[in-house]
């Protein structure tokens, strides 16, 4: 069984620019969320895809957006990039059985995103 | 958006030293609190899920409670190894099919 892998691991990118990253979701799994961890911070719930529909969003902005793909695959997208975007980025994978609050999330190890 | 809460927010203990943590969260609108634990370079581990008041969940060395009405988890940990150092995080889930995540308590067992 392949766990959550994330690619990439690091990026470098400068303020204005747009960077997307992506997350293979576990075996069996339909429904990937998205979480950003701020320095200090516990990780941020961005946004949620099931059977590549958005299901639930944290408070974003919408230059932040997301596609998942047939595979169950996902990108994460930001427009516009700010400093305060520097952060690790999670995504997590569930099974999607409908009782979302009791599904346990089996996470990535994370895209660490510096914005110069 | 949820106010969790976790302490303290970092510890040390001698190896051996049992120790134990707490996640406060709104006791209104309970759904699940999950407990993650999560060691530097790897990824978050889920250890428990919980639903009921009064819950009691046990995995080797480490256990959890949980009070819906009065909104807390406490984890423990018995005879805390240095394999054991990591930052413990709790997440309430709710209906709104996300996680909210405390800060949470950063572990260091010294040998």
Known sequence: ETGVTQSPTHLIKTRGQQVTLRCSSQSGHNTVSWYQQALGQGPQFIFQYYREEENGRGNFPP?????????YSSELNVNALELDDSALYLCASSSGQGRTYQETQYFGPGTRLLVL | ILNVEQSPQSLHVQEGDSTNFTCSFPSSNFYALHWY?????????A??????NGDEKKKGRISATLNTKEGYSYLYIKGSQPEDSATYLCAPGGS????????GTQLTVLP
């Open chain 2, 37 to 45: 634990r999560w060691e530097t370079a790897k990824s978050p581990e």
């Open chain 2, 47 to 52: 250890l428990f899920v919980m639903t009921l």
């Open chain 1, 63 to 71: 230059r932040f957006s997301g596609l998942q793909f047939p595979n």
């Open chain 2, 96 to 103: 709104a099919r996300q996680l909210t995540f405390g800060s």
